[in-house]
């Protein structure tokens, strides 16, 4: 059936009438609106008013999308035209907060108050309240007062394990802007890929970034294993990233770059095996991943020539050693000159530490540092990282095993085996994002019959169980709860290799996710989610050439 009737048949259904011409449908909803009477026309002489050069900014991206749903754009003006229709940007704080705005449509036109954060939110909701009828673009005259429920709103896009170009991320980005989504975490390195050109080290990028998948993986039950047999790969350069970083700034999404470490690093040890640790025992060690040709036969065994075309967790790791030391804070410092963001995520998650129990490089640290075992080994690793970044004004976050071993005195812990590692990290005064992969894998299927979905990672997400995730666990007190900065979903791409497969696995479940971001947990309500919100920005994704899963497509 066409995708387009199939789509309004099924939103239809679920509004249970006939979508009814007029309806506020921002989504995340605003914290309170107040419907006036009537509506005012939006006419291509408007003026809009930004006195401010962020304002402009915001104006100038407002135009782009009003001209993608109307065909004009309006005139940015500088100073009050004195009469006419205008809607005016006044950059003013709205009740101290940074990303709370004010918004009138009335009679006389339409007044958006914020800081640039604020008027750029204001703007988006404006957007999602135009209705373009055939005799004139309307907006229904009403007042909006709004900010957030929480500070960290993020979406994670690993673009390791498959690449995505720096168009479809900027694609990513502009949905997440109209969302109010405020964070970006870029998952720029993995086993399968480094994705950042680092001028120090360029084969990062002419070895760590292609991968052959004809190369048969091997796990620690031995379990051959083989993806698609398709090369994969790609990196951004300096440039391309920056361009990224800018185009997220405009949007008022902060991009927090991630470089594993000390695990997940089989790519960068394919470039640099130097700086792994396997010296003792290499290759008999109980779990070591051996590499095959594609007859079965072993390729010498050496690992760490590979850049590996197969999951899970891999066994070379990085050495704890003054090398790999130096080679991490010269990566660390030409990342911190792309991304000025306050946080650089370390990974730290999946490190098969047992390996260093076969390392003589790592024995001997232990010893030398009177450290009981591995996992404060791990633990000083990270302190290391954690000093360097501190030292250059930087916060270090991490995946929720940076606490195994001890957690580095500054560190903020992204929890994500379920809500233990956040709440333990929130009870020691240490700031956390929520991100359980009971809710917040957006890699696993949406459908409970998985044989009616595109292949993905594993485990069930619906809608409606991502809507009802409420970011502040139960467990902690109100003091503690103030460490859960907020939430975020994670889309790792194992399999997930094209541009509409990542934009399926997102969406629906992104606009979910961005209501419990934005409202208190007692002002949501899935119902009205559904019914009253959700069909109208699906048909907008519809028109803009986004592609989603339809809801509930599985039921007859
Ligand atoms: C676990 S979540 C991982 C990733 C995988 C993901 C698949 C985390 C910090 N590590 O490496 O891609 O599971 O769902």
């Known amino acids: 059936m066409n995708r387009k009737l199939l789509l309004t048949g099924v939103l239809v259904l679920m509004c249970a009438i006939t979508l009814p011409a007029q309806n506020i449908s921002i989504v995340p909803q605003p914290k309170t609106i107040r419907m006036g009477e009537g509506h005012w026309v939006l006419q291509p002489g408007t003026a809009l008013l930004a006195t401010t050069s962020d304002a402009r900014k915001s104006a100038a991206i407002f135009n782009e999308m009003l001209e993608a749903k109307t065909g004009f754009q309006l005139n940015i003006l500088q100073y009050s035209p004195g009469e006419g229709p205008v809607i005016h940007l006044e950059e003013n704080l709205v009740d101290g907060q940074e990303e709370a705005y004010y918004l009138n449509i009335g009679d006389g036109g339409v007044h958006i108050k914020g800081s640039g954060k604020g008027l750029f939110y204001g703007l988006q909701s404006l957007i999602q309240l135009l209705e373009v009828r055939e005799s004139a673009v309307v907006l229904p005259q009403l007042e909006i007062s709004d900010a957030p429920a929480f500070g960290y709103r993020g979406i994670m896009l690993d673009v390791s394990r498959h690449f995505f170009s720096s168009q479809q991320i900027k694609k990513i980005l502009d949905l997440m802007a109209q969302l109010k989504f405020n964070t970006m975490h870029w998952h720029l390195t993995d086993d399968q890929g480094w994705r950042l050109e680092i001028k120090k080290y360029p084969k990062l990028t002419t070895i760590g970034a292609w991968r052959d998948s004809t190369i048969i ?23 391309e990233a920056r361009a990224i970083v800018q185009y997220a700034a405009d949007r008022k999404i902060t991009i927090i770059p991630e470089i594993e470490l000390p695990g997940h690093s089989s790519a960068v040890l394919a470039a640099y095996p130097e700086l792994g640790s396997f010296d003792v025992n290499r290759d008999e060690g109980k779990g070591t991943i051996a590499a095959l040709n594609d ?180 467990a902690l007190t109100t003091e503690e709860g103030k460490h859960v900065l907020g939430v975020q979903a994670n889309l790792w791409t194992e399999y997930l290799a094209t541009n509409n497969k990542m934009e399926y696995y997102l969406f629906p479940r992104a606009l979910a996710l961005a209501e419990v971001a934005w409202k208190p947990k007692d002002e949501k309500n899935y119902q009205s989610f559904i019914e009253d919100r959700l069909p109208y920005r699906l048909l907008d994704f519809e028109e803009n050439g986004v592609f989603f899963r339809i809801p509930e497509a599985d039921v007859e």
Do not use: C
């Open 295 to 474: 007859k079965g036969e072993p390729l010498d065994n050496d690992i760490s020539s590979q850049v590996p075309g197969y999951w899970g967790v891999h066994y070379n790791i990085y050495g704890p050693t003054p090398e790999a030391y130096q080679f991490l804070e010269d990566v660390l410092s030409e990342v911190m000159e792309i991304f000025p963001g306050e946080y650089i995520h370390i990974g730290g998650d999946e490190v098969p530490k047992d390996h260093w129990q076969t390392s003589a490089i790592a024995q001997k640290v232990i010893k030398k540092e009177k450290l009981a075992d591995e996992h404060e080994l791990q633990s000083f690793f990270i302190r290391r990282i954690e000093q360097f970044l501190n030292k250059n004004g930087r916060k270090l976050i991490g995946w929720d095993e940076i606490l195994e071993g001890g957690l580095a005195p500054n560190a903020t812990v992204m929890s994500w085996r379920g809500e233990k590692g956040g709440i333990a990290a929130a009870k020691m005064g240490h700031d956390v994002i929520m991100t359980p992969n009971s809710h917040m894998y957006f890699d696993h299927y949406q459908a409970e019959d998985k044989t009616t979905e595109p292949l993905a990672i594993g485990g069930f997400l619906p809608l409606e169980k991502v809507y009802g995730y409420n970011p502040v666990p139960e």
């Open 217 to 239: 993986g091997q796990y620690y039950d031995f379990q051959p294993f083989i993806y698609d047999g398709m090369p994969h790969g790609g990196y951004y350069s300096q440039e």
